[in-house]
């Protein structure tokens, strides 16, 4: 199976472009709305809302654990549908999530701010709110990227091949992207590489149970999550006593896919840390 990922600016026609893509070459079309779907069907919607493509505040950051808890839920949801099968994937990071996977194309679809700015004309934008809505929409889908996954969006070595739409329209777009899509050189996913996706998912969703729980990170506590092998998970860190130890466990083996916890969490007492 192959995963595509768009990511795309405001006024490129890039969620056209991806939609057609993934019509024409019958895969799953995972945009927002289909990512909250899946966030639903899982019981973390309301938390992958919170990663909107919009980095938190600073206060944000600082006071609450929120932010940390809804991308980790988001990137759970995003590998456990690429574990689906053949996917194109628009925005919320996924060019950077599935970067390590050869069976992953990259794309990214901008334009010169008067392409864009006529793009979203044609859709009644007025020309002042056209240009706020632009600016406002780069700097988030920046910023979010920037927090998440600490590289620059812009970067165009993130990505596989990069369209600019000032001389392309829609359908020869799509079709460069089937086209690279289906040469010998992008390749099917490995056996192994589905069983990293089924990995990444699981360390996501535990770092994310025991970021609710607290158990990240504290002046007493620190626990943190690897999985080796599928359903097999170890908890590292330290804890100021056993039953902050065995929380852990608990919190960990209750996540679904959960087959076993190899638990190496230390004990350090409070006065430890004073």
Known sequence: MHFITFSRKMGTNGTEVARRVAEKMGYKFFDTEAIERAAKEMGVLESVKEADEKAPSLFQRLFSQKPAIALDHLNSVVYELAERGDAVFLGRGGHILLKS?????????????????????????????????????????????????????????????????????????????INLARSDEIKACSVDALKSLEMMSLVSRAEAALTEAGMIYSPTTSVSATVLEPGNVRLVGFVSDAAARTKAEKIVSALKGVVSVENQIHLVPADRHA
């Not at 020309?127 to 780069?138: G, L, N, P, T």
Request: glycine share 6%; proline share 1%.
């Open 101 to 177: 996977f050869q069976c992953a194309l990259h794309i990214r679809v901008t334009a010169s701010l008067e392409t864009r700015i006529r793009n979203l004309g044609a859709r009644g934008f007025l020309r002042d709110a056209a240009v706020k809505a632009i600016e406002r929409s780069d700097h988030e889908r920046g910023a979010f990227i920037k927090y998440a996954f600490g590289v620059d969006w812009e970067n165009p070595e993130s990505y596989d091949l990069v369209l600019n739409m000032d001389k392309l329209n829609i359908d020869l777009a799509v079709n460069n992207v």
